[in-house]
């Protein structure tokens, strides 16, 4: 493989990691905005977002480029190709954070999730943080055992999931109707952030093992 | 450009429209499915999904296989990696059919949606409809009018969205928790459905005159 092509491969590599790390302080941030009704890191994650689009968009046309200079053939192109996927599942896991965001900035001074849905949303932000931080390292490394575990991670976002809807169902739900709708729409943002992740992870293998996970985008 | 080229790139063409094709059919019985609480059409939009997935993996196959093959440069390489995009943007407006569906069968034999939310719901489905027949339109013909017009409709949708809350929030809302929150996550699978729908027409623009309109993945 010539050096030049490699260093341009590794600069996709990095590109990606980048874009990673960026969604995962993302929704770090939207989720203690909105455990703390802070407005001001919900506004900061809505101010960071065009920097996980820029990313998106020199991923692309970095993988464009090679594909046009390089012409590959087989593996290569399955690796530019995977990234441009991968790229695009980072993006609307930054996406999802926005949304998680701008929840919080609507029901400011207000906290957007009442009382009885902080402790299932706190454990929500943590999954998704370490499900993003697992993706870093899998791309970094291109790593099939930590983005094979990604599977298990989304279930435990799921069932988390399925609680939200336990206590906003229950006869004693008293927080009134538009608590539950917002802790439905935020619920869907999380488990949506992780079935991109679980993509992304899939993602990964294919493009180390050229092995399609039944349907690379399982998770939806 | 080489014949077979040219007839490998219109057998591109031809699964995308059969693929808007079938996301259209699937929203519009999806649609059916949900305001007559019909458990035979929700349960076919289920079935023949994963037609649009099998169609999704071809147009995938057909563009890794013309990369490989031919090599292609700037417009032609362009042409295959925006199909790549729209065929990830119809397949997730199927999806989205499927998540109604879903929500149909869950609350069979009721209604999954209560009667002051009916009107609004017929709505979402036409707008749906117009939108993805638009898309199929757009594509066949390499119509940029007609996919500049989708942002319209999403204006329309968007509106509709908003309705939705309206009755839902209002102090009279008197069908509970569960049916808001069905009406919610109901709501949001018509507003990404018409999302995605705008997204490919900016693909399709993309793909005719090389404009990137600002973001091409302008709707969020």
Not at 24 to 40: F, I, K, P, V
Not at 120 to 128: D, K, P, R, S, Y
Not at 181 to 194: I, K, M, N, P, S
């Amino acid at each position: 493989m010539r050096d030049e092509y490699r260093a341009d491969l590794l600069q996709v590599n990095k590109l990606l990691v980048w874009m990673a790390d960026a969604v995962r302080a993302a929704m770090s941030r939207a989720t203690s905005g909105l455990l703390n009704a802070d407005q001001t890191e919900a506004e900061e994650v809505i101010a960071r977002d065009p920097e996980v689009k820029a990313l998106y968009r020199l991923v692309e046309d970095k993988v464009y480029d090679l594909c046009a200079r390089q012409a590959p053939v087989a593996s290569d192109l399955r690796l530019l190709l995977t990234a441009l996927h991968l790229a695009a599942d980072i993006e609307r896991m930054g996406a999802l954070a926005v949304h998680v965001a701008k929840t919080t900035l609507r029901r400011h001074p207000a906290r957007a999730i009442p009382e009885p849905l902080v402790a299932t949303f706190e454990q929500m932000g943590a999954t998704a943080d370490r499900i993003a931080g697992k993706i870093s390292t899998a791309i970094s490394k291109l790593d099939v055992v930590a983005a094979g575990q990604l599977d298990r991670d989304d279930d435990a976002m799921d069932k988390l999931h399925t609680d939200l809807f336990g206590i906003m169902f229950a006869a004693d739900w008293s927080e009134g109707t538009e608590a539950a709708v917002d802790g439905a729409l935020l619920g869907r943002f999380y488990e949506r952030y992780a079935d991109h992740a679980v993509n992304a992870g899939h993602q990964v293998v294919f493009l180390v093992t050229g092995e399609a996970l039944g349907s690379r985008d399982a998770a939806q």
